[in-house]
């Protein structure tokens, strides 16, 4: 982790002002932002380790716990609440049994929610690992997760 | 002839290099190719636009249409709706909702033969004939569309398209014919206002930056737009990044700016993606870097990501991010454009007012003023989404009606429903009804109607939207994104939306309505940001438009909409109901019976949690909600 | 020199002072929460809030950062500052409705009850106004702790959530807590602070015998400042 963490940091020429970049970066690496990982950024670029944790916890973009293989995003902005989201996403919670933020036991889905990823046409709309799907209905939500292992 | 950016590319290192290298691509465009754009927008993805335009590449191939044809792979064309889109010229033809299947057909009909493929046209939503030509449908008709419309003019990630259609000639322009001053005072001479939700005075605020004390100062586009339900911006910076850089270097040379920023958010993947290539190919031919065109003027860029933190989108919090600390505000007794970013003067503009400005320089605050109203010169981009018929990015003068906007261009509300509320302005904005469709969009009628311009979200209503739970969703968006700093919008914002709670829970009381208000109040004027201080928009414009059925929800403990869960009830309409058991098989709680063919089934109310699986799975409309 | 009007009182300012310095200077209350002295200027609480006009146009500003400008009218009491100060500690008394500082202000402004149903009432002693992290910060010069999350769940704490390994024991952040809700305890020979779940030795001196600071926290002063190796072996008392 050591060298992946410090070619992230230097890609960033260790730049403190960039801190919120080498955590995405680390975030993308990993699926979240490992403890060790966090406190070699601290190290490494001189930032104080709580301020290295404000940031981690501030940004909705990080997570400091593992996270499942597929991450689904529900959409909540308003066009996609006004068709009926906050029933995919009661949906799509009961049928996995988590809440949102949460990931499921075996690690298959995290669940998160954004708010507007620009497909308001679409809308409701989900995201799963990139890929888009629209026009959701809580009929087609066990269909759309059978399609993710 | 395009430009590789894999080669080594010449620098530009005057304004002939740039003539000579747009006549030259000019020359390259015209040719008596037939055009086929396909949109490549981020709202065109989850219709598999991908797949489209690779079968396009494929087809092409197959047919032995190289020679007769150029694909050009764009970014929105507005008609979000209607993807995956099309437009194919000569002739202007736009299809429409385009399948793998139909790819073949219309290079075989369309471009070998010249004939229309009539199916896959947009039909008029009043008489129902079918329109071939894009500027014929009602939805472009009415729109402006001077920035949004180079869209389908130019692939995103090729700079060569931007030059051969004028792009940079205005850099030119402003950097060797003209003086930093001249310039601003061209762009206050426009009217040009912010586009980013304020609307402050864009040449005004450069003019404050430029003579603010110190030797480095900052531009920055702020490319955050987190109103849910605005991808106007997305649209802009994904299909035309060029533009806005354009902009913005021109701002710099103006200002006195020698670094700029360009903020993004973190959810729009494609968009941050075509401004980082834009970025690189601007550098590579000397359009930023060191003596920029040959002149003496030197600027540099970088791009940023958001964290995913809604109230990164306000000026302040934003550059707090940049500086690689919390995006919390701070109180702007001194405004950014003397202190900012580490201290230092900058000029933070959204990246519609960036997009703006290359057109005003090349066409002259003149030509710009003769659009729009008198305090809101020019066009603003909205996304117009939600119930409405002609769901997209579309591009209007200021002064056209709401109406205008949400029946001619947006073709009325979906599913032939009724017009109940638009929402402009996002959290920070208000709910407008129906007595006020006539008002003139701009930005200071908005906000005298209670709402407000904001980056371009502009959502709309039916009567199944229930005003109270619109209020709450608002509150509940804004309790998440509350950076948590100051008092009153910390806890103010969390008891309001507690007292919503309870409203559409059945649990509100008389004096809940005045509390909002005085609650309200406080954050109006103790909030530390304009998070906190817009906060209440939605709830008081709720409040003043739609009071009665804030009087249902508390009085009669009634939901006229039939949204809030707890106070409505899901049947089943004996009449529609053939027996056929879908239902049944959906719901999850085994509420429903089925009572044999031909039966319509039965419904146990105490064991239905009105998830709505039932609803969404009946084609018949046997399920009712009230 | 500036000269500006708080309360109809003409009064005399230097140019870069804030209205609540100025105000304080003449005798003029103004309460504070998030404030110190020592410390820069926060804007959090708003308590220190009031009504500023320029010609026209009058707003809400928060005192402790506001600068002063020539011919600024300052009120601040009028009734809309007071209703505005009202709600806040209405709002700071639902969040710690047990609190003695809190209720002892609320109770000033002659509040009794938050206007908020008794079932949503809190018992939190922090009001998140970031005195703590920002004598760390600035004061100490460690920054151990930070205010961590955003929105609602936003508080001061030790990175991870676990000991503060770059805590020195000072006890800047329990003495500068306007509502008490750090809690540290000086037992025998350790200093425990609960918040950051930090333990530490404290110094013996060798005169009296008593045990008067944390030596981490004397290491760092030492080492800061130069000091002699044995700088602190005795304590203050016997000095």
New interface residues.
Partial sequence: MNEKVNAIINKYNGDRSQLVSVLQDIQAEYYYLP?EA?FQVSETMGI???????VA??FRAFS?EPRGKHLINVCLGTACHVRGAARILENIERSLTIQRGGTTKDRRFTLETVNCMGCCAVGPAVKIDGEYFGHMSTDKVDGVLAKFE | MSINTNEMLKKLRSKQDLEALQKELISGRKSDKALIAVCNGTACHPYGCTQVIETFKQQISQQGLQDKTELRITGCHGLCEKGPVVVIQPGDIFYQQVKLNDVPEILHETISKGKIVDRLLHADPITGSKIVHRHEIPFYRKQKRTILGNNTEINPVKIDDYIAIGGYIALAKALLDMTPEQIIEEIKRSGLRGRGGAGFPTGAKWESCRHAPGDIKYVIVNADEGDPGAYANEGLLSGNPHSVLEGLIIGAYAIGAHRGYVYVRNEYPLALANITTALNQAQQLGLLGEKILGSGFNFNVQITRGGG?FVCGESTALMASLEGK?GEP??K??HTVGKGLWDRPSNLNNVETWANVPIIINKGADWYRTLGTDGSKGTKIFSLVGKINNTGLVEIPMGITLRDIIYDIGGGIREGKKFKAVQTGGPSGGCLPESLLDLQVDFDELTKAGSMMGSGGMIVMDETTCMVDIAKYFLTFL??????????C???I??MR??LD?ITEGKGNE?DID?LE??S??LI????CALGSTAPNPVITTIRYFKDEYEAHIKEKRCPAGVCKALIHYYIVNEKCPGCGLCVKACPQEAITFMGKKQPVVLDESKCIKCGACYDICKLEAIGIK | MVTLTINELELKAEEGQTILQVARENGIDIPTLCHNEAIEPY?????C?VEISKGKRT????SC???VEEGLVVKTDSP?VI??RK??LE??L??CSKNKVIRELASQAGIEQP???SE?LEDNDC??C?LC?RACEQIVG?????????????EP????LGP???CIGCGSCYYICPTGAIKMEDRKDTRIIYNWKVEFKLKKCKVCGNYWAPEKQLTYIRKKWNLPEDFFETCPTCK
């Fill in positions: 403890k966090l104080p380790a709580s301020r290295v944790y404000d916890t501030f400091l | 933190a919390v701070r109180a007794y001194v309790e998440e994104e509350s950076c948590g700093k100051c008092v009153p910390r806890e103010g969390k008891r507690q007292i309870d004096e509390l005085r609650l109040a406080t004027d103790s909030s530390l | 804007g959090a609480c708003r308590l809030i707003r809400i500003v928060t950062l506001y600068p809309r209703s505005n709600m806040i709002l700071l639902a969040r206007s908020f149903k949503y009001i998140v970031g992290v460690v920054s151990a702790i930070s205010l961590v999350n955003r929105g609602i769940t936003k704490a030790s990175p991870f503060a390994a770059d």
